[in-house]
Nanobody, 127 residues
């Protein structure tokens, strides 16, 4: 089992930056592929970014590529999402998620592929 706790959400102006962090409890954090998803009011939860077990491969949704950067520190059991050039369309609850069985893009980019979820942190981007 693993528990995930997000932090770093808040209110930011368009064009600004924000860094989200996800702290994971568990003895084998490095065995999990990690991802960030987001969900805006009235919309489906969507994939944002993912990183494989070693941190050597990263994946991004087209909507955030070039603006967001995902990283992980297995020694600290954390995964982060650096968000730059934020837009009002980025406003959503951001969720950290972990996959215990796969670290491929096919699995990490789908909500159905994730085994554990954090409770989310709200990011609001004002215009």
């Amino acid at each position: 089992q693993v528990q995930l706790v997000e932090s770093g959400g808040g209110l930011v102006q368009a064009g600004g930056s924000l860094r989200l962090s996800c702290a994971a409890s568990g003895r084998t954090f490095s065995n999990y592929g990690m991802a960030w998803f987001r969900q805006a009011p009235g919309k489906e939860r969507e994939f944002v970014a993912a990183i494989n077990r070693s941190g050597g491969s990263t994946y991004y949704a087209d909507s955030v590529k070039g603006r967001f950067t995902i990283s992980r520190d297995n020694a600290k059991n954390t995964v982060s999402l650096q968000m730059n050039s934020l837009k009002p369309e980025d406003t959503a609850v951001y969720y950290c998620a972990a996959s215990a069985y796969s670290s491929t893009y096919v699995r990490l980019s789908r909500t159905e592929g994730m085994d554990y979820w954090g409770k989310g942190t709200l990011v609001t981007v004002s215009s």
